[in-house]
T-cell receptor, first 111, second 114 residues
Framework: DQQVKQNSPSLSVQEGRISILNCDYTNSMFDYFLWYKKYPAEGPTFLISISSIKDKNEDGRFTVFLNKSAKHLSLHIVPSQPGDSAVYFCAASYNFNKFYFGSGTKLNVKP | DAMVIQNPRYQVTQFGKPVTLSCSQTLNHNVMYWYQQKSSQAPKLLFHYYDKDFNNEADTPDNFQSRRPNTSFCFLDIRSPGLGDAAMYLC?????????????FGSGTRLTVV
């Protein structure tokens, strides 16, 4: 049973525009959420996180929004750059030491 | 640089022939994880070590075993690989009690079963 879902396998955005990647979860116990970025032939790298006590966290061009009532989080990248092209995974945890991952969204930022 | 290293990057094994994947870390993290990721699917947790305590996921096949001889190293043993075990295997580490930046991942080992 997939507890974390990323329903869009791919997204294509023009350079300079906003990229919005979405993630839904089913377990209301989740209290910590992460986004990872993965380039081909590399392991995932941490991008940004958010705790359930917040509804927004910002780091430079990256902002994560959390809607607990909808069990939904999103990652906004503004402005998008070609170097942002990668696969993005969201992950959720309720005990900090065991994360459940979505299946990823492949972002393509076109120059 | 402190990091998580997985060897080899690519592994080809024969159907039914035991294979071992290795992971080492210089972060001194006390939790180490093994994930299996098949194409276009979410990484799936197989098991993790909290220090020396082994924690197996309920749906991890018996064919998969793990060893952690010390803090720095963790091994994934597949006793009799089947074609369905072909996947990317990701090792990750974390510090207990606080996810912080969550996991630090290795680059993965892509396993092919022929």
């Amino acid at each position: 049973d997939q507890q974390v879902k990323q329903n869009s396998p791919s997204l294509s955005v023009q350079e300079g525009r906003i990229s919005i990647l979405n993630c839904d979860y089913t377990n209301s116990m989740f209290d910590y959420f992460l986004w990872y970025k993965k380039y081909p032939a590399e392991g995932p790298t941490f991008l940004i996180s958010i705790s359930s006590i917040k509804d927004k966290n910002e780091d430079g061009r990256f902002t994560v929004f959390l809607n607990k009532s909808a069990k939904h989080l999103s990652l906004h990248i503004v402005p998008s750059q070609p170097g942002d092209s990668a696969v993005y995974f969201c992950a959720a945890s309720y005990n900090f030491n065991k994360f459940y991952f979505g299946s990823g969204t492949k972002l393509n930022v076109k120059p | 640089d402190a990091m998580v290293i997985q060897n080899p990057r690519y592994q080809v094994t024969q159907f039914g022939k035991p294979v071992t994947l290795s992971c080492s870390q210089t972060l001194n993290h006390n939790v180490m994880y093994w994930y299996q990721q098949k194409s276009s699917q979410a990484p799936k947790l197989l098991f993790h070590y909290y220090d020396k305590d082994f924690n197996n996921e309920a749906d991890t096949p018996d064919n998969f075993q793990s060893r952690r001889p010390n803090t720095s190293f963790c091994f994934l043993d597949i006793r009799s690989p089947g074609l369905g075990d072909a996947a990317m295997y990701l090792c990750a580490t974390s510090r207990v009690g606080r996810g912080g930046s969550g996991y630090t991942f290795g680059s993965g080992t892509r396993l092919t079963v022929v």
